[in-house]
């Protein structure tokens, strides 16, 4: 019953609760916050897997996750974002870290534009139990928008993640 009580806060706390980051964007002296919330999908073969501490349940990580984040970027004029991507996530079942990649498209709507999109690689750092429920994720990302007026940007976040 302990893992179902934690695995239902942490799934309330990722839900809640957005990543944090910083985005610096060319042409910009100063970098910008970001604030975000992520949704993934696990998918794809079994890569690792752990039992659970009281219950004894079974825990499977997939490395391949589908993912959507919609979030804003606070500048003087904030602008919002939709991101939906596809990342790999390689984590050890007895190591506390991860690595991982991913590419997406950043759908931005910049103030006094149309709209842009990027494409988007990253690169992730997961840090918590292989398996379970619950991590920290560190994201380093770069936006290559089209067309090419608008800005380059790179992001660094830190959130939660519940896969």
């Given at each position: 019953m302990g893992d179902g009580i934690a695995n239902s806060l942490l799934f309330g706390i990722a839900a809640l609760v957005p990543a944090v980051g910083l985005e610096i964007e060319r042409g910009h002296a100063?970098?910008?916050?970001s604030l975000a919330w992520s949704v993934s999908r696990p998918f794809g073969p079994v890569t690792a897997c752990s039992t659970a501490r009281y219950s004894g349940d079974l825990y499977?990580?997939?490395s391949l996750r589908a993912t959507i984040e919609g979030g804003v970027v606070i500048r003087s004029r904030p602008w919002e974002y939709l991101r939906p991507?596809?990342?790999?996530?390689?984590h050890r079942t007895?190591?506390?870290?991860?690595?991982g990649a991913g590419l997406g498209t950043t759908l931005a709507l910049m103030p006094e534009?149309?709209?842009?999109?990027?494409?988007?690689p990253e690169l992730l750092l997961h840090y918590g139990r292989c398996?379970?429920?619950?991590?920290?994720?560190?994201?380093?990302r770069a936006d290559v928008f089209f067309p090419s007026r608008y800005p380059t940007t790179a992001?660094?976040?830190l959130g939660f993640a519940v896969w």
């Open positions: 100063l970098p910008a916050a499977e990580l997939r991507g596809l990342r790999a996530i390689w007895a190591w506390p870290l991860g690595v534009q149309q709209g842009a999109a990027s494409v988007s398996c379970g429920f619950g991590y920290g994720l560190l994201t380093l992001t660094a976040s």
